[in-house]
T-cell receptor, first 116, second 112 residues
């Protein structure tokens, strides 16, 4: 089946630094990718929708200058958390949409970000 | 805006028994999809079952089945012959287009 690879799985960084998370669709082209944030024991909250070759669409309350999203190719989207602070510590998950007759969504395995 | 509500934060079931997880949603659209996702401790999101709103027949996948009541905007998940590996957080989700809205989740415990 289709696979979405997300890296890194875990990252620890110092406050004020930037962190990049990659999301790759391995065996299909993803025109649309989604980025979610999940706090412990809570649901997934959509942060932004990423379309290949165009600017990402951010959900209300998500700072686009802090969470930079780049979808430069049909198989890769990146989320960069700029000037990270401890409150940005969270679990980040991407998902990719496969097109075709039976459109499906596939999830990456997530990235646990810890900001010290 | 669409909302998804799961009123059971936690549920438990005995191994080999049946359990039903509840989900309600609110939407003004007529064409949409509903999903149940499972998130085990690994936190990998796993699709359990999917239902197209235009289909009246309830979806089934082996031991998993849904009771889809479109007029009531209800979408419950029934797990039959529960297994220890079914223990996880279960999320109900609504999709119009590709945008998913998740419920708060139900933590399912399976007792041996």
């Amino acid at each position: 089946g289709a696979v979405v690879s997300q890296h890194p799985s875990r990252v620890i960084c110092k406050s004020g630094t930037s962190v990049k998370i990659e999301c790759r669709s391995l065996d299909f082209q993803a025109t649309t990718m989604f980025w979610y944030r999940q706090f412990p024991k809570q649901s997934l909250m959509l942060m932004a929708t990423s379309n290949e070759g165009s600017k990402a669409t951010y959900e209300q309350g998500v700072e686009k200058d802090k969470f930079l999203i780049n979808h430069a190719s049909l198989t890769l989207s990146t989320l960069t958390v700029t000037s990270a602070h401890p409150e940005d510590s969270s679990f980040y998950i991407c998902s990719a949409r496969s097109g075709g007759l039976e459109e499906k969504l596939f999830f990456g395995s997530g990235t646990q970000l810890s900001v010290l | 805006a669409q909302t998804v509500t799961q009123s059971q934060p936690e549920m438990s079931v005995q191994e080999a028994e049946t359990v039903t997880l509840s989900c309600t949603y609110d939407t003004s659209e007529s064409d949409y999809y509903l999903f149940w996702y499972k998130q085990p401790p690994s936190r990998q999101m796993i699709l359990v079952i999917r239902q197209e709103a235009y289909k009246q027949q309830n979806a089934t996948e082996n031991r998993f089945s849904v009771n889809f009541q479109k007029a009531a905007k209800s979408f419950s998940l029934k797990i039959s012959d529960s297994q220890l590996g079914d223990a996880a957080m279960y999320f109900c989700a609504y999709a119009s287009g590709s945008r998913l809205t998740f419920g708060e989740g139900t933590q399912l415990t399976v007792n041996p």
